[in-house]
Every structure is written in structure tokens, then in C-alpha cells.
């Protein structure tokens, strides 16, 4: 149903940040709706990876994603905020104080200020070029997202990547399926304290480490896999056997009609001022993945900086006459 919204924020993307902005806008009382092209909250954290730990959020040793997801959700549930989504924001017109965003449904939002908390925008994997892959893909005997850990048990898996995604997932899943990985270096790109207790899962036996080989094809029939074939630099080859191949080379971004909206880019990234999340456009901000600035670091807990900065931020621009009196959430509680 197409929908006309007025309000004061309009923050596009429900990701993680995008949720935690809500709370953080509605803390100085301002109202907000979330827009995102997913039928569901929680960003990529719902869509790909519900069952993976994140290590680094405050006070949680380790939670899973959608469980994250579901507490942000929960904080943010007394500010109401309505939500338009399976909706993709198509244009964006006007100027501060009097934007006016419009959905491929034919949804009309204006608001006084804006918050692109799009994550990595459009998203998809970077697949291998090897040959037959579609119809593994159509099995589901190669995979780019982990949504059930249990779907895993029992089986062969061969894991190719050297980022944090390939080291937590292996990690994951080594104690109910036979764990491969595949990469081209002994050095691994994701954290140091997760790379360490890879090295340690290794040494015990738990996984088998395929160093230094790449990918270089796939066995079976019927879209059913029986093994991967890794080869190394020289040349040499060899078949692991596997049920499930999990080729984890980061995610392909698109900005997708963000990029068309007059926002100064850097590298498929919009640009923003590090002390307001403010981009080229007054009154528009972002935070996030898609934001960048010296220093940037792509985590979830400084999406959560960000989120705050920008809400403080677009207070300014949302009631220019009014002095934004700072306030603890210890001292002045949850606004009913």
C-alpha cells in the first residue's frame, strides 16, 4: 500500500546503525521513519548472517547477529517509528528542512533532514569464475551466506577466503562439520585474536588448512558436489572432498540510486564531515558502511558513534530556533 509520510528524519536503511539512529533521534524527541529494500529489519546481519558471532559489541562477549537485530529492535520499540519496507528510496529532491524522498512503490516521504545509513548499498557476492558454478549454486552446494549453522552438521566443508567472514565461520562450524579452508597465504586478513585461535583450531586437528592453493573447480553431478579442486600458484592440484563449498571473497557494493543523488563520493562511498556525519548535501547525513572519512573503521560500534553524531547533528536542522540541552539517558530516562 502506498503510503505519504510526513516527519522530521528520514533514515534509509534498517541495518543495525539504521536502528540504532531511531533510538538515538528518539531520545531528542524527534520523530523518524526507517525505509529499507529488504522485506525485513537487521540489514545484512538478518538477510546473510543471523547465526554469526560478532565479538565486538560492547558488554557482549560474543552475540549472534540476529540476536543483536532483535535487542536493537527491542530498545528502539517505545519510539513507534513506522517503517516502509521491500521499498527501495528511488530519488531525493529538495533542500534542508523540506526533503522529499520517493520509493519504488510510489511512497512520498518528506522530512526536514535525512540519514543514509544504507550499509554497503545494494549487496552481493564476489563469486569465483569456475566452471558449473550456477548450478551448485541452485543446490545450494556452494553457498556465499551462512543462515543456519545446523544445516552444516555432518557435512564436508570447504571454506575459501582469508577475511574475518572465512576465519569466524570456520571457526563456527568446526565442532559439527569437517572444516577445509582454502587461501592463497598463510597470512589471514581478519582479526588477530580470531586468526590466532584459527592457527590453534589447526594445530589440534579441528580443521584442515589448504596453504597456499586457490579454488580451481568443482566435482560432482546434478548440482550435487562431491569435491573441490584447489590448485597453487605452480600449478600443482589436488580434490578436497566437500558437500559444501562457502567461497567468502566480500560482498560487491552499488550504491544503486544513491549514487544519483548529488552526494560527493569517495570510492563508492559517500563522503561525510568525521565531527556531524554530514555529506555535501546540508541537512543529509550518513552513517555506517556507506560513510567514509580519514580514519573510517567499518564497525558495527562506530556506526553506533556515528549514529548518535548525526541525530545531535540533524537536531540543528530539524529545530533551528531550539538549543539542544545535552543530556544522559541515565539522568532523563526513555521519553514516553
Not at 16 to 24: D, I, K, R, T, Y
Not at 137 to 159: D, L, P, T
Not at 248 to 271: C, K, N, R
Amino acid at each position: 500500500m502506498t503510503q505519504e509520510i510526513q516527519t522530521d528524519v528520514a533514515i534509509v536503511g534498517a541495518g543495525p546503525v539504521g536502528l540504532f539512529a531511531v533510538f538515538e533521534l528518539g531520545m531528542l524527541k524527534l520523530s523518524c521513519v526507517l525505509i529499507d529494500a529488504l522485506a525485513d529489519v537487521g540489514g545484512q546481519c538478518a538477510a546473510l548472517y543471523p547465526e554469526k558471532p560478532i565479538y565486538d559489541i560492547p558488554a557482549h562477549p560474543a552475540i549472534e547477529a540476529g540476536e543483536l537485530v532483535a535487542r536493537l529492535e527491542a530498545q528502539i520499540e517505545p519510539f513507534a517509528a513506522p517503517r516502509l519496507l521491500g521499498r527501495r528510496v528511488e530519488t531525493l529532491s529538495g533542500s534542508v528542512g523540506a526533503f522529499v524522498l520517493t520509493t519504488d512503490q510510489g511512497d512520498v516521504v518528506r522530512a526536514k533532514a535525512v540519514i543514509v545509513a544504507a550499509g554497503a548499498g545494494a549487496f552481493g557476492p564476489n563469486r569465483p569464475p569456475l566452471d558449473g558454478l550456477a548450478a551448485y549454486e541452485a543446490s545450494g552446494a556452494v553457498q556465499y551466506y551462512v543462515k543456519q549453522r545446523e544445516a552444516f552438521r555432518g557435512k564436508r566443508v570447504v571454506i575459501a577466503g582469508g577475511g574475518d567472514s572465512a576465519v569466524d565461520w570456520a571457526l563456527a562450524l568446526k565442532d559439527i562439520a569437517a572444516v577445509s579452508v582454502v587461501h592463497r597465504r598463510a597470512k589471514f586478513r581478519a582479526a588477530p585474536e580470531s586468526a590466532a585461535r584459527l592457527d590453534e583450531a589447526a594445530a589440534k586437528g579441528e580443521i584442515e588448512m589448504v596453504i597456499p592453493y586457490q579454488l580451481h573447480g568443482l566435482q560432482g553431478s546434478g548440482g550435487a558436489l562431491t569435491g573441490v579442486a584447489v590448485a597453487t600458484l605452480q600449478g600443482e592440484t589436488k580434490l578436497l572432498p566437500a558437500d559444501v563449498l562457502l567461497p567468502f571473497f566480500g560482498l560487491s557494493m552499488d550504491l544503486g540510486p544513491i549514487a544519483g543523488w548529488g552526494l560527493a563520493q569517495t570510492a563508492h562511498h559517500v563522503t561525510v564531515d568525521p565531527a556531524t556525519c554530514q555529506t555535501s548535501t546540508p541537512g543529509v547525513f550518513a552513517i555506517g558502511d556507506v560513510a567514509s572519512y580519514p580514519g573510517k573503521l567499518k564497525l558495527i560500534l562506530q556506526g553506533f558513534s556515528e549514529a548518535a553524531m548525526a541525530a545531535h547533528a540533524a537536531f540543528a536542522v530539524v529545530r533551528p530556533d531550539q538549543a539542544l540541552h545535552f543530556e544522559y539517558s541515565t539522568s532523563k530516562g526513555v521519553p514516553g
